[in-house]
């Protein structure tokens, strides 16, 4: 079996790629958060603009996606304010977000995090309380909880740090 690849996302990625966040999606309600992505998130425009900004990256094997993730560089507007704790550093930080898996590769989480200290030695990453599996997976990857922030719906996020 050949090894797993981590690249960036093309367009011609888009269909396997809504395919992966719908497993994602079962996935999450099978284990008790159903809340978090609903039925319908990340919507297919948010993932094309993904692509297009050169921000998604996909886990491949054998040339089938089994994975996805962006990797946002510089500032994300919701870490602005953070409620409950502080940010361990204000240096330059790449975010990962909409991290998902088709359920076939193990250990998705920490390869994107591999993949992405690569080109940025500061992360963050934010999950929801729910989330009970990314959050285990998140601390496995050395992050620490730095506190509560508020995405887009005014929602609130476990927000984590790694300056490795």
């Not at 888009?14 to 609903?38: C, H, I």
């Not at 550093?89 to 991290?99: A, E, I, N, R």
Request: hydrophobic share 40%.
């Amino acid at each position: 079996m050949q090894d797993v690849v981590i690249r960036q996302a093309v367009q011609a990625d888009l269909d396997p790629v809504m395919e992966v966040y719908a497993s994602a999606r079962r996935f999450m309600k099978e284990t008790g958060n159903s809340t978090q992505w609903g039925d319908d998130f990340p919507p297919r425009e948010l993932i094309d603009g993904r692509i297009c900004r050169g921000e998604l990256y996909v886990l491949a094997q054998e040339g089938a996606i089994h994975a996805a993730f962006a990797l946002i560089l510089g500032p994300d507007p919701t870490y602005a304010r953070i409620e409950g704790g502080s940010w361990e550093s204000d240096s330059p930080y790449g975010t990962l977000h909409q991290v998902a898996s088709d359920g076939s590769v193990r250990g998705v989480f920490q390869r994107a995090v591999d993949f992405s200290l690569g080109r940025r030695r500061h992360l963050r990453v934010d999950t929801h309380a729910d989330n009970k599996v990314m959050q285990a997976a998140i601390l496995r990857a050395g992050f620490q909880y730095r506190g509560i922030i508020y995405v887009r719906d005014h929602s609130p996020r476990l927000a984590y740090e790694l300056v490795a």
